[in-house]
């Protein structure tokens, strides 16, 4: 079924052909070129000696009886396409009379319409925000950044000067075990992975998210759970100057993703803290922090900013000690959350920061192929890492 393009492979099914294509190398590597020739007639006569009801007629059943459709879920598309990948593998270096079925795959259509999905959601983040604006204290978004333009405070325009340089850098946090999934299929929520570093509860999940995103939970939970936002946090870059304590968000992985922010800034929003805890009111709408905010507001971070800048050390968000905006105490916590709504994949990662093991293998490959720099981060500021030569000939032997 796996083979036929009915099943969705897992982690065993490729470290099968992993193993299976490794092991065929290695038998074809020690034998002469007589011997191969031997063997290849043998299995050239061999198709038509096979009893019926043997395995080879189960397969090519089963991809009869498969009627192929390009309606995935999420990941599916991507796994069973890199499956049928490695099956041409494998098939190249057998004999044409043992290759294996290749399954054609109907195109996934679901990307087109998550990413108009994806803009109606940000569309009306954006018009709820604009509603709710005077609960800043100030009018209008133009007003308030013709405020905090002009404040004479220096922490104040330092916090400016690094959101205009960007200076803040969105990152992503996952742990070391994901190295093997995220080249094959990206970034995915917890609804697609089943698990989570923080609370997971999916059902609670998607009633706060749809409070955040100023949507009627019927309507939201209609969505592809791929729409649905990834989480994330800021930190301040090497080149602010700031120190950075990383320490608040160690609990969701080793491994620091820094996404580039202009493939993702129209579909990314933020929060000061966690949106679980703002998502679960039951109340009416009354303050511009009760819903996730859109990235195009983001110099309302500023206040928030200025109490760690001024210590030249960040941590997360802090209060805003100089009233700059009206805010619910409530929501502030020690850590900063982004929210990125739509495909999140290797293509959008900026630089790849380690803290604990060096990428090796085929992740080491994979972040070569795509040109992502690789840092070193046991250390503020992380400092550039390159593989050794031994080490990028071995990467480029791994199969998968």
């Known amino acids: 079924d796996v083979l036929s393009g009915q099943e969705t492979p897992g982690w065993g099914h490729f470290k099968h052909l992993k193993d299976l294509l490794r092991d065929i190398r290695k038998t074809k590597a020690a034998a002469s070129k007589k011997k191969l020739r031997l063997v290849s007639k043998i299995?050239?006569?061999?198709?038509?000696?096979?009893?019926?009801?043997?395995?080879?007629?189960?397969?090519?059943?089963?991809?009869?009886?498969?009627?192929?459709?390009?309606?995935?879920?999420?990941?599916?598309?991507?796994?069973?396409?890199?499956?049928?990948?490695m099956i041409g593998k494998i098939n190249r270096e057998l004999p044409p009379h043992v290759r294996l079925p290749i399954a054609r795959?109907?195109?996934?259509?679901r990307r087109k319409a998550g990413d108009q999905a994806v803009r109606d959601l940000m569309s009306g983040m954006e018009s709820a925000t604009l509603r709710l604006f005077e609960s800043t204290g100030h009018k209008t978004y133009a007003d308030y950044e013709k405020f905090i333009r002009s404040h004479e405070n220096p922490d104040v325009k330092k916090a400016v000067e690094m959101i205009d340089k960007g200076q803040i850098e969105v990152v992503i946090r996952r742990?070391?075990?994901?190295?093997f999934w995220i080249p094959k299929v990206g970034f995915h929520n917890q609804y697609v992975t089943g698990t989570s570093r923080g609370m997971n509860n999916k059902e609670k999940r998607k009633q706060a998210e749809a409070r955040l995103v100023a949507r009627p939970l019927d309507e939201y939970t209609s969505l592809d759970v791929e729409t649905?936002?990834?989480?994330?946090?800021?930190?301040?870059?090497?080149?602010?100057?700031?120190?950075?304590v990383r320490s608040s968000t160690d609990q969701y992985g080793e491994d620091f993703y820094v996404l580039r922010l202009k493939d993702i800034e129209e579909r990314l929003t933020w929060t000061t803290g966690d949106s679980l805890h703002r998502g679960r009111s039951i109340e009416p709408y009354k303050i511009w922090g009760d819903i996730f905010t859109p990235w195009k507001f983001r110099l309302l971070m500023v206040p928030f900013l200025v109490r760690e800048i001024s210590q030249d050390i960040f941590r997360g968000a802090s209060a805003?000690?100089?009233?700059?905006?009206?805010?619910?105490?409530?929501?502030?916590?020690?850590?900063?959350?982004?929210?990125?709504?739509g495909s999140l994949t290797l293509k959008n990662v900026e630089s790849f920061e380690f803290t604990s093991q060096p990428p090796s293998g085929a992740f080491l490959r994979d972040l070569l192929d795509a040109g992502i720099p690789i840092r070193d981060g046991r250390q503020w500021p992380p400092v550039e890492w390159k593989p050794t030569p031994e080490e990028i000939a071995a990467a480029r032997e791994e199969i998968l």
């Open 175 to 179: 742990p070391e075990g994901g190295r």
């Open 320 to 341: 805003d000690g100089l009233n700059l905006v009206k805010y619910n105490d409530q929501h502030i916590l020690v850590y900063w959350e982004t929210q990125i709504f």
């Open 43 to 85: 299995l050239e006569d061999l198709p038509a000696s096979i009893k019926a009801n043997t395995v080879l007629d189960q397969i090519a059943n089963a991809r009869k009886l498969h009627t192929p459709t390009n309606e995935y879920s999420a990941t599916e598309y991507e796994l069973k396409l890199l499956y049928q990948f």
């Open 228 to 244: 649905m936002p990834k989480y994330a946090t800021i930190r301040p870059s090497p080149q602010s100057g700031v120190d950075y």
């Open 105 to 109: 795959l109907p195109f996934d259509p």
